[in-house]
């Protein structure tokens, strides 16, 4: 037990040593010391994904992978050991596997300390990757809706050729006809292309402090929205008043907005350009 005990300290300064050397930009001396503290200490998720982050700044992804699986196999509600695997899978060009471990890591960030500064990271990095994928598949959309869009033109083209060359005086009256018709597979073909086209987020889905779409929205008594880090951040440094109607307000009265958070999750999921971060 003593021994147990001793070596438990031990590693715990290891870990502060690692800590040391990290903010030190010595990633090297940091990674051994962090070894050295899982070596002593091997059922301790930090030292796991300490180490991890040390691995990540030095993108050697693969250790970053492995460390962070053993932080949650030792501890499955590791917020840092599911974005930094979500990080790393995103790397390995896994999106779907990726997206998935950083969207874990935002709930479990967001249920255990939503004013961290992590969850912010987290949802940034969720967010250009959210971007990145519904980029691909537009583009890959765009394409197609574009070929076939050209072959239905071009199939009413041929057909007004056809029926020009079999009935003879309507040739005015064909054009005129042929014009309505491309017409008619214009718009439908650029109201098929709509939710891949940017345009203006909603307002009642955007703070009102910030103007940007909600990311973890929370509601006042008074029934206004926020954000949570920003109307937080607010409280803090201007005052425990609601910025609306002036009424006094503390943290503990703010409320998840459920709703809002779930209008927001599908307004993403249509609109997948809305993820973009300026």
């Not at 196999?73 to 840092?80: G, I």
């Not at 969207?103 to 961290?116: F, M, Q, W």
């Not at 583009?139 to 072959?151: A, G, I």
Request: hydrophobic share 35%; charged share 30%.
């Amino acid at each position: 037990m003593a021994a147990t005990i001793v070596g438990s300290k031990q590693a715990e300064q290891l870990k502060q040593d690692g800590n040391n050397y990290f903010q030190k930009n010595r990633f090297g001396a940091a990674i051994d010391a962090y070894t050295e503290a899982i070596t002593l200490s091997p059922n301790v998720p930090i030292y796991w994904t300490n180490r991890a982050l040390c691995h990540r700044r030095r993108n050697d992804w693969r250790r970053v992978e492995e460390d962070c699986r053993k932080a949650i196999q030792l501890d499955h509600n590791s917020v840092k050991g599911h974005y930094y695997l979500g990080l790393a899978l995103l790397q390995k060009q896994q999106y779907a596997e990726g997206v998935r471990e950083l969207e874990k890591a935002l709930d479990l960030g967001r249920g255990a300390n939503p004013g961290r500064y992590i969850v912010e990271e987290i949802w940034e990095e969720l967010a250009k990757a959210k971007y990145k994928e519904w980029e691909h598949e537009s583009t890959s959309r765009s394409w197609e809706l574009q070929n076939l869009k050209e072959s239905c033109e071009l199939a009413l083209k041929r057909k007004q050729v056809l029926d020009s060359s079999q009935i003879e005086g309507l040739k005015d009256e064909n054009s005129t006809f042929l014009a309505k018709q491309l017409e008619g597979v214009g718009k439908v073909f650029m109201k098929a292309a709509e939710d891949d086209t940017p345009t203006e987020v909603p307002d009642y889905l955007c703070c009102k402090i910030t103007l940007d779409i909600f990311r973890d929205p929370v509601i006042t008594p008074s029934g206004f929205t926020y954000e949570r880090a920003v109307i937080l951040d607010h409280l803090q440094k201007v005052g425990q008043f609601d910025p609306i109607t002036r009424a006094p307000l503390f943290p503990l009265q703010l409320v998840p907005n459920l709703a809002i958070k779930e209008a927001v999750r599908a307004f993403l999921d249509k609109h997948g350009w809305a993820y973009r971060i300026e």
